[in-house]
Antibody, heavy 123, light 113 residues
Framework: QLQLQESGPGLVKPSETLSLTCTVSGDSINSNTYYWGWIRQSPGKGLELIGNIHYSGNTYYNPSLKSRVTISMDTSQKQFSLKLMSVTAADTAVYYC???????????????WGQGTLVTVSS | DIVLTQSPDSLAVSLGERATINCKSSQSVLYSSNNKYYLSWYQQRPGQPPKLLIYWASTRKSGVPDRFSGSGSGTDFTLTISSLQAEDVAVYYCQQYYSSTWTFGQGTKVEIK
């Protein structure tokens, strides 16, 4: 059974960099059929895609966050990571990592999610 | 960006009754090369991450109860819960992954009447 687990600081100061890691267990991270994503949910709000990464190294970032975001992958550790620079209170949210599956060349959506981790931006 | 607008924002349904949630896309999410709609539905129970219910607009993910069904075409899509159960209390989201920027609807909260 695939499991994803987010880890990282729960409190980040304004203007600093938010760093989170997602550890994947139970399946391969370097498969051509998966994209790995970060999605966030501000308190009481909806879902916002931050970006995706493929094991080939291809990345996609939400244009609204692109100037501040880096997503990377360490296949040997079965981990992928998020860095969000210059954070403000507006970046306070639950951050989820998730897997987007592609089957028969067609995407299926995010079929597995981590439990999420709350990151608060405050001094 | 493709905007997904869900309606209603919330609804209260009696146990055993039908719940219907709509999702309208600002443009087509039909991938013409494989004739599939790149639209999914998720359920998010309180304190839990979203759970994939439906993909390609109408294909139920393995293990999802058959009271959940997805339908639609063009730019209008529907998630139907045929007989609401207590465990279906949640917020439901549609999501498109057709355009380069994947987006979610604002969510619909389903409660028991």
């Amino acid at each position: 059974q695939l499991q994803l687990q987010e880890s990282g600081p729960g409190l980040v100061k304004p203007s600093e960099t938010l760093s989170l890691t997602c550890t994947v267990s139970g399946d391969s991270i370097n498969s051509n059929t998966y994209y790995w994503g970060w999605i966030r949910q501000s308190p009481g709000k909806g879902l916002e895609l931050i970006g995706n990464i493929h094991y080939s190294g291809n990345t996609y970032y939400n244009p609204s966050l692109k100037s501040r975001v880096t997503i990377s992958m360490d296949t040997s550790q079965k981990q992928f990571s998020l860095k969000l620079m210059s954070v403000t209170a507006a970046d306070t949210a639950v951050y989820y990592c998730a897997r987007h599956r592609v089957t028969g060349g067609a995407g299926m959506g995010y079929d597995y999610w981590g439990q999420g981790t709350l990151v608060t931006v405050s001094s | 960006d493709i905007v997904l607008t869900q309606s209603p924002d919330s609804l209260a349904v009696s146990l055993g009754e039908r719940a219907t949630i709509n999702c309208k896309s600002s443009q087509s999410v039909l991938y013409s090369s494989n004739n599939k709609y790149y639209l999914s539905w998720y359920q998010q129970r309180p304190g839990q991450p979203p759970k994939l219910l439906i993909y390609w607009a109408s294909t139920r993910k393995s293990g999802v109860p058959d009271r959940f069904s997805g339908s639609g075409s063009g730019t209008d899509f529907t998630l139907t819960i045929s007989s609401l159960q207590a465990e279906d209390v949640a917020v439901y989201y549609c999501q498109q992954y057709y355009s380069s920027t994947w987006t979610f609807g604002q969510g619909t909260k389903v409660e028991i009447k």
